[in-house]
C-alpha cells in the first residue's frame, strides 16, 4: 500500500481532534488614505486571541526560493486547515506562534463547508504588520466576493 503524503493525510482527516495548533486569523481595516480611497494598512484581530483560541491543523512545507531585490530568498509556506468560517479570504493573515503569513488561497473542504483550508505565504516585509484596534461596530471588511460590509 503506497504511503500517503502528510498534505494528502492533513486534506482527508475529518478528525476534529487532530486541529492541535492555536492560530489567530486577522483581517484589513480599511481606512481612508489623503485622498480618501480605502486604504487597507492594518490589521485587526477577528477569529483566535486568548479569548477564544482558534483551532487549526498546521503543516509547514518546504521552503522555496525567490528572487527579490536581487538576492535569492528562502519563502516559507504552511497549510492551515480550520473549521469553516466563510469570511476568511486570500486579503486576510494568520499567525502562528510569532510568525505571520499571508494568504495565497482560501479553499473550501468538505460538502457541508465544514473545513476550511487555509495556503499561506510567510510575510516578506521588513516590518510585521501593523495591527489596529480591536474590531468596532460599523468596521468594513472586504468578503470573499470582494464586496465591503458592515461589521454589526
Not at 99 to 126: D, H, S, T, V, Y
Amino acid at each position: 500500500m503506497p504511503r500517503s503524503s502528510a498534505a494528502t493525510r492533513l486534506v482527508n482527516n475529518q478528525d476534529p481532534g487532530k486541529l492541535d495548533r492555536l492560530v489567530e486569523l486577522y483581517g484589513p481595516l480599511y481606512a481612508k488614505d489623503a485622498v480618501g480611497s480605502p486604504s487597507a494598512r492594518q490589521w485587526v484581530l477577528i477569529h483566535g486571541g486568548d479569548a477564544a483560541p482558534l483551532w487549526a491543523a498546521v503543516l509547514e512545507m518546504p521552503g522555496q526560493t525567490v528572487m527579490r531585490d536581487n538576492q535569492e530568498r528562502i519563502v516559507n509556506t504552511i497549510r492551515v486547515k480550520i473549521r469553516f468560517i466563510a469570511e476568511v479570504n486570500a486579503l486576510w493573515l494568520v499567525k502562528y506562534g510569532e510568525r505571520w503569513f499571508e494568504i495565497e488561497a482560501a479553499n473550501e473542504m468538505g460538502m457541508r463547508q465544514e473545513w476550511k483550508m487555509l495556503i499561506c505565504r510567510e510575510w516578506q516585509e521588513a516590518e510585521p504588520p501593523v495591527i489596529g484596534r480591536a474590531t468596532e461596530d460599523g468596521d468594513t471588511r472586504t468578503t470573499e466576493a470582494g464586496d465591503g460590509r458592515v461589521l454589526e
